[in-house]
């Protein structure tokens, strides 16, 4: 899955990773939610998905 994400995108999936690991719900509803923007599920597959593509194999 290889999804070029905005630098907007980058920062939205952090801040979701860090409302998750804050047990924020209000952050995490806020950022689920808007017209036009990836869906968190995608956002954070996409995500991981660059993470791992940078880390390269030997950390997989």
């Given at each position: 899955?290889?999804?070029e994400l905005t630098n907007d995108e980058h920062?939205?999936?952090?801040?979701?990773l860090e409302?998750?690991?804050?047990n924020n719900?209000?952050?995490l509803s806020v950022l689920a939610g808007?017209?036009?923007k990836?869906?968190?599920p995608a956002l954070l597959a996409a995500?991981?998905?660059t993470v791992?593509?940078?880390?390269?194999?030997e950390c997989r």
């Open positions: 899955m290889d999804v920062l939205r999936a952090l801040s979701a409302a998750v690991v804050g719900d209000d952050a808007g017209m036009g990836r869906r968190l995500f991981t998905a791992q593509r940078l880390q390269g194999p």
